[in-house]
């Protein structure tokens, strides 16, 4: 298992701001991936990240509007940036479980509320 | 290109009953195959996974699910429901390693008591 801190847990941002999510988890991890949650929807991921490389980034996102960085293999970052009503969301950082069956885990997520 | 349909966006059962919900999948490689819970305010928990070995999976919390590859289904039940069984249930799907995880738009749980 894994266990994952992110920050903030929630907050409420100014349209037009930009807001950095920090993840931490507690063993080193080759891929991180960053979902969004619209409200009352299912996830999306964002994008996929690699320690030393640049992300990779699903259809419909940018890495202007999402830049994530990778410093190490435990810790990550997305940044929601120019945020709009439309970036109200809960985005929650994933890593896959050691063993290769696929199971991911993650941590709390991130509450965003843009006025 | 692999896709999850979760039945129902929303189950209501009362307390002591059966729980089932419905899961198919679609998949052009032998998928693995989620389950996951979402309690209010908290991310999200594996609560049973299905990896191409028995085809009724336990998981926790006295969940189950069966894999159907006639019927390609992955459909989630407990006999008893409790109330603190009162959550957001996500059916998921992966080719391999769970590099790409496609989630089902999730089906919420009530429980009367």
């Known amino acids: 298992s894994a266990v994952i801190s992110q920050k903030p847990s929630r907050d409420i941002c100014q349209r037009g701001t930009s807001l950095t999510i920090q993840c931490q988890v507690d063993?080193?991890?080759?891929?991180m991936f960053w979902y969004r949650q619209q409200p009352g929807q299912s996830l999306t991921l964002i994008a996929t990240?690699?320690?030393?490389?640049?992300?990779?980034?699903e259809s419909g996102f940018v890495i202007d509007k999402f830049p994530i960085s990778r410093p190490n293999l435990t810790f990550s970052t997305l940044t929601v940036s120019n945020m709009s009503p439309e970036d109200s969301s809960i985005y929650l950082c994933s890593v896959i479980g050691t063993g290769s069956t696929g199971e991911l885990f993650f941590g709390e997520g991130s509450r965003l509320t843009v006025l | 290109a692999q896709s999850v349909t979760q039945l129902g966006s929303h189950v209501s059962v009362s307390e002591g009953a059966l729980v089932l919900l419905r899961c198919n999948y679609s998949s052009s490689v032998p998928p693995y195959l989620f389950w996951y819970v979402q309690y209010p305010n908290q991310g999200l928990q594996l609560l049973l996974k299905?990896?191409?070995?028995?085809?009724l999976v336990k998981g926790i919390n006295g969940f189950e699910a069966e894999f159907k590859k006639s019927e390609t289904s992955f459909h989630l039940t407990k006999p008893s429901a409790h109330m603190s069984d009162a959550a957001e249930y996500f059916c998921?799907?992966?080719?391999?390693?769970?590099?790409?995880?496609?989630f089902g738009a999730g089906t919420r749980l009530f429980v009367k008591a």
């Open positions: 990240a690699n320690q030393g490389s640049e992300a990779t980034y």
């Open positions: 299905y990896t191409s070995a028995a085809t």
């Open positions: 063993s080193q991890v080759t891929m």
């Open positions: 998921a799907v992966s080719d391999t390693g769970g590099f790409k995880t496609i």
